[in-house]
């Protein structure tokens, strides 16, 4: 006879209760989040554009709940799958969200760190001055007067996004019913993998640890408090400035506990170069660089120096990073064969025609012909077409360059918010590819090699009007002419190469005074006094490098 217990008949029964009126639930919100989408199109005519029916969907999506909310900023980074006019309204829904009961946010903190707040802190500002979807920041003081910032995680919007993870696919399916299913799903995924990522504070500390290494000038970087942090918390060292929030040109923003801007700041296109170089120098050319961040994550000192407080940070793969490089390079110099073999190389799938498909899209995209009214036709905007183009024909991003689009998608929105009408991304790349060059010929050579090639390319350079002069003649004259030379003595020699090595060292000392005035400024190095000395500097070493060319141009007559 088989002896059966009851209470594991018991227990198993109430298991499989709890399991059917968890999927009921589930259904059942499944249902109401496709009828809330469907009645937030009613009135809008089918006809209308794009953008109306995203605002409306937009608005839909901040009362169905923070998860919500959430899935519309994130597919606001989401350039692959999503028209440009569509991602700027969903980049509207604000982050900012109630914060925490005080009491509730207290008992979190000194769970986290397992003591009390006042063994911690001599002051702990349990109102937070910054709470938002991911996490809410408190200012704090230590003991010896000294301000932090305590960041504490909202682990319970994971928990909600997971809750939500079989409705929130029914987003995508009503914004871009193009898109096939398997990328919906997989828009989720990469989703719940961005949140866990970032509620983990060991992830943000290495991070921000490892940003701006590698890169000249170095950001600055936030001093962190080993013994105050933990998992889910993380206190820092307050970074005097202003952030990006603050200095941009605020926009228009959904919902009704959107804050309004009181003034609009002026354009600064100088940061949003400064801005886009930074981001750019450490994607391609260092080593951690930030994938995910809000402007509230970003600070500019009074200097100008730029540093980045939160976010998530991720890596290129070395073998991305040079293809990356062209890609952007090329789409810089609107050369749309170079920038589709050097994309083509990141991307998996797609038509089995080696390409020529992209090739076509890209020398025929234009933006506001092709992502709708609102498209921006800076080269931000043709990036924007050039992934959705390559998603239409079926191509998928690698994992690590769909983190590159969504960083340089955030990028480009702050960019244009401090300088509306300024092409900055396109200005940060014209900067670096010529900082780089430099960097190229200068590990190329050694000295002595880099003074004689030096020397050889000026004295030809010198040379090279008198000989346009001369091939311009004989075209005019319809002849030719033959010029004798005497020979120069040896003295004379001597005396033309010390004075062509003369105009060498100059050059490059004027070359060095200018990179190095260029460098000490985007430190935040040097005062208002930065710019006239170099000026004056380079007015001396100019007139005598005149000095010098005339000097040279008497002996050689």
Known sequence: MVKTHWWKTSDGGRHRAERRRAERHRA?????????????????DADA???????????????????????????????????????????????????????????????????????????????????????????????????????????????????????????????????EPARRVAAVDDLVATLAAGADSATLIAGLRGWGEGSSPRPLVPTFLPDLCAPGLVTRRALAGSTLTTLSTAGARLGADAPTPTAEPRADPDLARRLCRCWLAQALFGGLYPTAFSGDDVVV??????????????????????????????????????????????????????????????????PFRDAGLGSRDDLAGYLFLHWRLATRLGYRPKPHLLAFWRGLAIVARHTRALAPGHDGLRAAIDRLRLTSRVGEVVDSFAPGEMQSLATEALVALLDLPSKLDRALTLAAEGKLTVQLQTTATQKDESRRRDGSQAVTAVLLAIAAVVIAARYLQESGIGGAWLEPAATAVVVLLALFLLRQLSWLWRARR
Do not use: M, N
């Open 49 to 179: 554009p794009a953008p109306v029916k995203t605002a409306a969907l937009g608005a839909a999506l901040c009362e169905l709940g923070p998860a919500f909310r959430l899935f519309g900023r994130y597919l606001s980074q989401r350039l692959d799958l999503l028209a440009e006019p569509a991602c700027q309204i969903l980049a509207a829904i604000p982050e900012e969200c109630p914060a925490l009961a005080p009491e509730e946010s207290r008992a979190r903190v000194e769970a986290a760190l397992g003591r009390p707040l006042e063994e911690c802190f001599h002051h702990f500002a349990e109102p937070p001055h910054r709470s938002t979807l991911t996490h809410q920041e408190h200012r704090a003081l230590l003991a010896a007067g000294e301000a932090v910032l305590v960041r504490l995680s909202r682990g319970d919007l994971v928990a909600a996004v997971e809750e939500e993870r079989e409705s929130l696919p029914l987003v995508l399916a009503a914004l871009a019913p193009e898109v």
């Open 301 to 366: 000192s009074s200097a100008g120096k730029i540093g980045w407080v939160g976010g998530l940070f991720e890596a290129l793969p070395a073998s991305a990073r040079p293809r990356l490089w062209s890609y952007l390079q090329a789409a810089a110099a609107q050369d749309p064969d170079a920038a589709a073999s050097a994309l083509l190389l990141e991307l998996t799938g797609g038509p089995a025609d080696d390409g020529r498909a992209l090739v076509q899209q890209l020398r025929q995209g234009i």
């Open 28 to 44: 059942e919100r499944h249902s109401l989040v496709e009828q809330r989408l469907a009645a937030a199109l009613v009135g809008v």
